[in-house]
């Protein structure tokens, strides 16, 4: 089982769509989470923390289930310009001298259309 | 505020050829670290470094090395250049990732794209 799942999609939607991403876990020794914005050929960008409480920036929301060892991502009012490759971050412990070090998901392709 | 600058952006290389890729960053984060990727696929980790002289190795690590003798710099150094290192190779540096430090995202440099030929 790998360590950090993601549906690779495409994901493809009109927009103004709300269309919403599931990434999957593997270690319960966890400790923080993120969403990356990837462009095609470019840099990966960070999108935002995932907190355990949930959190929200403008159009997007991130939650957390620890107890079920998922995190998920929801974009409402899809614009064309949200087209990307999303990929979820893990910090993921159990290393020497209390490291977590960054493990990343594969990603999911979200297509914005017209 | 440069961020993580990594050179050089593009490069060819001949099967057995050496290359070092050069990695630096001025935002003083202890953490380092070296990822492949590969068309349609994530990230994956070569190597890291959690400080000055301390490195070790990720998922990828054969057939590079690293080392890391300034909080600045970490090269990743290529020996004989193989056609499955064709790559996209990004560097990306964090503060410490444990403890109160746990919420620290990563910064990226722009990539280097590497082929083998």
């Known amino acids: 089982r790998k360590e950090v799942e993601q549906d690779p999609g495409p994901f493809n939607v009109p927009e103004g769509a709300t269309v919403a991403f599931n990434c999957t876990y593997s270690?319960?020794?966890?400790?923080?989470f993120f969403w990356y914005r990837q462009d095609c050929r470019k840099e990966p960008k960070l999108l935002m923390s995932v907190y355990s409480s949930g959190n929200e920036d403008g159009r997007f929301t991130a939650q957390l289930n620890r107890a079920s060892q998922y995190i998920s991502l929801l974009i409402r009012d899809s614009k064309l310009s949200d087209s990307a490759t999303y990929l979820c971050?893990?910090?993921?412990?159990?290393?020497?001298?209390?490291?977590?070090?960054?493990?990343f998901g594969r990603g999911t392709s979200l297509i914005v259309h017209p | 505020n440069a961020g993580v600058t990594q050179t050089p952006k593009f490069r060819i290389l001949k099967i057995g050829q050496s290359m070092t890729l050069q990695c630096t960053q001025d935002?003083?984060?202890?953490?380092m670290y070296w990822y492949r990727q590969d068309p349609g696929m994530g990230l994956k980790l070569i190597y890291y470094?959690?400080?000055?002289?301390?490195?070790d190795k990720g998922e990828v690590p054969n057939g590079y090395n690293v080392s890391r003798s300034t909080t600045e710099d970490f090269p990743l150094r290529l020996e004989l250049a193989a056609p499955s290192q064709t790559s996209v190779y990004f560097c990306?540096?964090?503060?410490?990732?444990?403890?109160?430090?746990?919420?620290?995202?990563?910064?990226f440099g722009d990539g280097t794209r590497l082929s083998i030929l």
């Open positions: 470094s959690v400080g000055a002289g301390i490195t």
């Open positions: 935002m003083n984060h202890n953490y």
């Open positions: 990306a540096s964090s503060y410490a990732t444990g403890g109160a430090y746990s919420n620290q995202p990563q910064h």
């Open positions: 270690n319960s020794a966890s400790q923080s």
């Open positions: 971050v893990v910090n993921m412990g159990g290393l020497s001298g209390g490291s977590y070090i960054p493990t």
